[in-house]
């Protein structure tokens, strides 16, 4: 015949068991808030706020770039003798990030983007991929625009209504967090000239 219990080991036992539920059910929220659906689709221009700042502060940028040449090869109006391959360094003040680029010559240009008051927010379920329970994990791409502003090389490619935007590309669930962002692109657009310099976030960095 099985022993009852002390009153207090039963209490304490019944504490435990609500306690491990409760945790179990915490967790198991919090992940849902994360969780994404089939065909989930969200393309917003939001408010560049402190917690995205604080996000987009931790990337940081292998020291590889490279210049898209495309098809015209060298013909890129706004770069001087372009070249494929560039070394790049990334200087951020609080408002401003100056993306420093080198090529295999010594010659040296940067562009200069001024952080803007709101952020392009692009996430969709590419239809491809696993899903973990939680939903499937999201393409993604957070993007900053501000008028161009540059030195040396890319001189020719600012001012006069030309445009630099910043894609950060990544992956990951329904909360988005900078470990997530795996590549970066830097767009030059506008009437003058249109390019594409693009590289690798160094994951190991962060």
């Known amino acids: 015949m099985a022993t009852p219990l002390h009153p207090s080991r039963a209490v304490l036992r019944i504490s435990l068991s609500l306690a491990a539920l409760a945790l179990i059910a915490a967790t198991a929220a919090q992940a849902c808030a994360c969780c994404t659906q089939t ?13 995205r700042r604080d996000e ?3 990337v940081r940028f292998a020291k590889a770039a490279q210049l898209m040449l495309g098809e015209a090869g060298n013909a890129i109006k706004g770069v001087a ?3 494929q391959e560039y070394e790049l360094t990334v200087t951020r003040a609080k408002e401003r990030w100056a ?3 080198r090529d295999r010559k010594g010659r040296a240009g940067t562009l200069v983007l001024s952080l ?3 952020i392009s927010i692009f996430e969709v379920d590419p239809r491809y991929g696993k899903d973990d329970g939680q939903g499937p994990a999201l393409y993604k791409e957070w993007k900053l625009t501000a008028s ?5 090389l890319f001189r ?4 006069g209504g030309q445009k630099l935007t910043l894609v950060l590309h990544g992956r990951g669930n329904g909360c988005t967090s900078a470990d997530q962002f795996t590549h970066w692109t ?6 003058a000239d249109t390019f594409t310099l693009y590289g690798k976030l160094d994951s190991d960095a962060q």
């Open 56 to 58: 987009i502060a931790q």
């Open 148 to 152: 161009a502003a540059g030195d040396g």
């Open 39 to 51: 065909a989930w689709r969200r393309v917003e221009i939001e408010k560049l706020d402190a917690a």
């Open 81 to 83: 003798d372009p070249e």
């Open 99 to 101: 993306f420093s680029f």
């Open 186 to 191: 830097l767009l030059v657009h506008g009437p």
């Open 156 to 159: 020719a490619a600012t001012g």
């Open 116 to 118: 803007p008051k709101t």
